[in-house]
């Protein structure tokens, strides 16, 4: 059983279009992220739930909004997309809150044309 | 906020050899983590640290938090094809509500065999 996976693998879309990206873990954690990584391999938080509440947002623009329906999944659904959108999401999750071990998904690889 | 400067950036060395890759901050951490990305796949943890001076082995890998709590170094020994990938360093944020990771630029190893 994979321990935190994520929907699409893939996803190729046009700018101005509005996608999502779902996210499941079955690890029983509390605490789930999303990740982005650039062309550089830099990998940068976005978005922090714990308990299905939203802990961190780190400056991400007001398109992208994450939603917990539960602790067990975080979705990640951007309106008006970009150019700049385009890159490799990672969905991760942790035990609980603070705990720096955190577990990362396969990654959706998003391109805007 | 706090950076990670992970060096080297690329590593290209034949199979057998050993390597060593270090990680440093502007700050002091109270972790230090070693992530491994696969091409294509999600980063998945090698080795954490929590205490300062700590050496921790997994199988041919070999981590040390520094002393100065500024720095951690991971070594690998007799590398072999399938070490191929990005290394990265991480550690958390100096603690009140806004926990996050932060992640080095990656250290990206090509074995020749």
């Given at each position: ?22 996210c ?49 999944h ?40 | ?42 980063p ?5 640290l ?54 080095g ?9």
């Amino acid at each position: 059983d994979t321990a935190v996976s994520q929907t699409p693998k893939y996803l190729v879309t046009q700018m101005g279009n509005d996608k999502s990206i779902k996210c499941e873990q079955n690890l029983g954690h509390d605490t789930m992220y999303w990740y982005k990584q650039d062309s550089k391999k830099f990998l940068k938080i976005m978005f922090s739930y714990n308990n299905k509440e939203l802990i961190i947002n780190e400056t991400v623009p007001n398109r992208f909004s994450p939603k917990s329906p539960d602790k067990a999944h975080l979705n990640l659904h951007i309106n008006s997309l970009e150019l700049g959108d385009s890159a490799v999401y990672f969905c991760a999750s942790s035990q609980d809150w603070g705990n720096n071990e955190q577990f990362f998904g396969p990654g959706t690889r998003l391109t805007v044309l | 906020g706090q950076q990670l400067n992970q060096s080297p950036q690329s590593m290209f060395i034949q199979e057998g050899e050993d390597v060593s890759m270090n990680c440093t901050s502007s700050s002091i951490f109270n972790t230090w983590l070693w992530y491994k990305q696969d091409p294509g796949e999600g980063p998945v943890l090698l080795i954490a640290l929590y205490k300062a001076g700590e050496l921790t082995s997994n199988g041919r890998l070999t981590a040390q938090f520094g002393i100065t709590r500024k720095d951690s170094f991971l070594n690998i020994s007799a590398s072999i094809p399938s070490d191929v990938g990005i290394y990265f360093c991480a550690g958390p944020n100096s603690g009140g509500s806004n926990y996050k990771l932060t992640f080095g630029k990656g250290t990206l190893l090509t074995v020749n065999p």
